[in-house]
């Protein structure tokens, strides 16, 4: 199916993306982007760019469906680590890299719930057929605890726990510089970024949802490759990136966040280069922030369960090499 757009004199001088995302109900400006990368746009005969800028008068083709058929999961044989299951409920080790669930601009295979569909029979379905089971998620480069919940009854109660602020958990992070301050708390709203839509802001008021994060430093590190802080942080809400948001709005972003303003590589700072075979720089290809605790009641049995995790290999690796340049303040 073939649809045609004239474009109107008053549209003149806007992207051909932003505008014909304006005509098309219910689909993205990242579907259009799509589409035009597609060559399935066509302007007065000619397959154009998104960035294009109109004149008013164009013919505008979009060739087939631009609405996407729906993503549902499905099962495949992927390793998980278990750290606690029943017949109500999961937690797993997520590790770094894996993706939750499909979604806009994620691929449908090597989810989270792709492994948790081959490994149990039945998972909770009132995420829908795309988040079987998925109560709450954790970013793709986040490790750590994740719950799952295996039935509705299960979910519906898990939900309400974090909705009513009954779930603590705890993250580990690596910061870069000093925090001054042992402990404090960081009570900003989070909205996302107008200019930059893949980020999130605390600069934004309208909305912004209230999220509130507490922290506490564990050990000030200074380094051959900058001051950095190893933080604890406990989060009363659950918005995306909000650990990634806050850190960096109080001006300790965390490693490897390059998101939030944490540079790709730690380089030597000058002056404090050895003539030993230590490195000159380290690298850490996701951010450095880890899902460590979760500390709940059983939403059926009340049971208390106190769940941990382990820094991961590759963050401890990351540490040692940092403090292993330590010097002395």
């Keep these: 199916m073939t649809v045609t757009y004239t474009?109107?004199?008053?549209?003149?001088?806007?992207?051909?993306?932003?505008?014909?995302?304006?005509?098309?109900?219910?689909?993205?400006r990242e579907r259009v982007q799509l589409l035009i990368g597609q060559k399935k746009v066509r302007l007065d005969g000619k397959?154009?760019?998104?960035?294009?800028r109109l004149r008013g008068g164009e013919s505008v083709e979009v060739l087939g469906d631009p609405t996407p058929p729906p993503l549902k999961a499905f099962a495949e044989d992927i390793p998980l680590r278990v750290v606690y299951e029943d017949d109500d409920l999961?937690?797993?080790?997520?590790?770094?890299?894996?993706?939750v669930h499909a979604g806009a601009g994620a691929a449908e295979g090597g989810t989270l719930v792709n492994a948790l569909l081959h490994r149990y029979r039945a998972l909770?379905?009132?995420?829908?057929?795309?988040?079987?089971?998925?109560?709450?998620?954790?970013?793709?480069?986040?490790?750590?605890?994740?719950?799952i919940a295996?039935?509705?009854?299960?979910?519906?109660?898990?939900?309400?726990?974090?909705?009513?602020r009954q779930m603590q958990k705890t993250y580990i992070a690596l910061v870069h510089g000093r925090m001054k301050q042992d402990r404090g708390t960081i009570d900003a709203p989070i909205a996302r970024d107008l200019l930059r839509r893949t980020r999130m802001t605390t600069r934004?008021?309208?909305?912004?949802?209230?999220?509130?994060?507490?922290?506490?430093?564990?050990?000030?590190?200074?380094?051959?490759?900058?001051?950095?802080?190893?933080?604890?942080?406990?989060?009363?809400?659950?918005?995306t990136h909000q650990i990634r948001v806050h850190l960096a709005?109080?001006?300790?972003?965390?490693?490897?966040?390059?998101?939030?303003?944490?540079?790709?590589?730690?380089?030597?700072?000058?002056?404090?280069?050895?003539?030993?075979?230590?490195?000159?720089?380290?690298?850490?290809?996701?951010?450095?922030?880890?899902?460590?605790?979760?500390?709940?009641?059983?939403?059926?049995?009340?049971?208390?369960?106190q769940l941990r995790s382990p820094l991961p290999a590759d963050l401890e690796t990351l540490l040692e090499q940092i403090e292993s340049g330590r010097i002395e303040d």
């Design 124 to 147: 909770s379905s009132v995420g829908g057929e795309q988040r079987p089971g998925i109560v709450h998620r954790l970013d793709k480069q986040t490790s750590g605890l994740i719950v």
């Design 47 to 52: 397959s154009p760019r998104a960035s294009y």
């Design 7 to 28: 474009v109107p004199d008053e549209a003149a001088k806007q992207r051909l993306d932003a505008w014909l995302t304006s005509q098309l109900t219910g689909v993205s």
């Design 204 to 239: 934004r008021s309208t909305g912004a949802r209230s999220a509130v994060s507490h922290y506490t430093a564990l050990r000030r590190i200074s380094s051959r490759f900058g001051a950095f802080t190893l933080v604890s942080v406990r989060i009363e809400t659950g918005r």
């Design 249 to 305: 709005s109080i001006g300790h972003p965390v490693v490897g966040d390059t998101l939030y303003g944490a540079p790709a590589r730690l380089m030597v700072i000058p002056g404090r280069r050895t003539a030993d075979p230590a490195p000159e720089s380290l690298a850490l290809t996701r951010n450095f922030l880890h899902a460590a605790e979760l500390e709940f009641a059983h939403p059926r049995t009340e049971k208390p369960l």
């Design 90 to 99: 999961s937690v797993i080790d997520k590790p770094a890299g894996m993706t």
């Design 150 to 164: 295996r039935n509705d009854a299960a979910h519906a109660q898990l939900a309400q726990m974090f909705a009513e």
